[in-house]
């Protein structure tokens, strides 16, 4: 196998790897085509095909005459427009400066693996997000209080249970069936009055509202199987976060 050929396979796996981050971070399909598609050509492509669903990337590369092809499957996403952010601005650096392959990798991993967000922060975020809606749909202090408490354990579920599951569904039913039960739990010791505010408070934490707005602005665009895709999965999330609360109720009422 000669350098050029392995350069090309490291040049195109590099490219791939920038474009799965972008993806699973919250990136549209289009764009993550066209980053793909500039970073090869930067690089000296004669004609790159990128194809780009929510699971999956197939690229192929034409370069010094062979051509390559690579693919890569999406397994989970973490919405986080802040490192969303810093891939794109990378992106746009790496195609104009044209690092060597060694420190394009670098530079990639380096990006890739950085957690722009500190845990307690995400963790704050949580508890003031959940505690403000449900203070916002009419619910008391303490129920602020205890919705924010619910709002730190769907935080930890977060954390623990991507790492056992893939599935997103799983991961909504148990979560919403856990923030559910905890609420039940804290209106029958007393330390709030309105168990529906909390609720309201902990299932905002959970509603797929980027999902859903990334599923019409990839059908705007015209990338219908994406656009599909994503629609039908916050529909079935919507649909699991409802079947873990509704789950919740059944049990506290049979339990509590």
Not at 70 to 83: A, E, G, L, V
Not at 144 to 152: F, K, P, S, V
Not at 217 to 239: H, K, P, V, W
């Amino acid at each position: 196998m000669t350098d050029l050929v392995i350069e090309s396979k490291k040049l195109l796996s590099c490219a791939i790897d920038l474009g799965s981050q972008i993806l699973e971070c919250g990136g549209d399909v289009n764009h993550v085509e066209k980053i793909i598609t500039k970073i090869c050509d930067a690089y000296g492509a004669q004609k790159t095909d990128v194809f780009v669903i929510t699971s999956s990337i197939v690229v192929t590369m034409k370069r010094n005459n062979d051509s390559f092809t690579q693919t890569r499957r999406i397994n989970h996403y973490n919405t986080d427009f802040r490192k969303l952010d810093e891939l794109v601005e990378l992106s746009s650096k790496l195609c104009k400066t044209k690092p060597n392959l060694f420190n394009l990798e670098k530079e990639i991993s380096i990006a890739c693996e950085k957690n722009v967000t500190h845990p307690f922060l995400e963790l704050a975020g949580n508890m003031l997000a959940s505690g403000s809606f449900a203070v916002f749909f009419g619910g008391n202090f303490m129920d602020g209080i205890c919705a924010a408490l619910c709002g730190a354990l769907i935080y930890l579920f977060n954390k623990k249970l991507n790492k056992i599951w893939n599935s997103q569904l799983i991961f909504y039913l148990i979560c919403s069936t856990m923030a559910g039960i905890s609420a039940l739990m804290l209106t029958k010791i007393g330390f709030c009055s309105n168990v529906d505010k909390v609720m309201i408070g902990s299932i905002m934490l959970l509603i797929p509202g980027i999902a859903l707005t990334n599923a019409l602005r990839d059908l705007f665009a015209g990338d219908t199987i994406s656009g599909t895709l994503r629609l039908m999965e916050a529909l079935i999330q919507a649909a699991a976060i409802a079947c873990g609360f509704a789950v919740a109720v059944f049990i506290g009422g049979k339990i509590l």
